[in-house]
């Protein structure tokens, strides 16, 4: 897992690309490692993205989440209008960045 950290978020890569190893994997250790720290999961190589396997990582999002930290999918091979509203996926870093900064403002704001 290839990992860069930012001021406000950690970005995190699969470098075996194994979607579903990699969702596993983070299912175990995002409480672990990354506990407190905004999330962003670079899938943007993997251009054929489909559905199932995007909902790989559904399980670990909504346990980060519930720790009312963010956490963002990057990738842009699935139309937005097929992804559920539980999960986050933005096509761009830069809006990765964005939702990252408007969800530290609800929280902040007590939502």
Known sequence: MKITNFDDFVVLEDEKD???SFSDFLFYQIDKKFKGQ?????LSKNR????DELLYFLPVSNLHR???CSFV????????????????????????????EMEEIE????F
């Open 73 to 100: 999918l990057l990738n842009n091979a699935i139309n937005p209008d097929d992804i559920p509203p539980e999960i986050i996926v933005v096509p761009t870093m830069t809006e990765a960045k964005d939702i990252i």
């Open 38 to 42: 905004n999330v962003v999961i670079d």
């Open 48 to 51: 054929e993205l489909n559905l």
């Open 66 to 68: 519930a720790t009312k």
């Open 107 to 110: 929280r902040n704001l007590g």
């Open 18 to 20: 194994n979607l579903k």
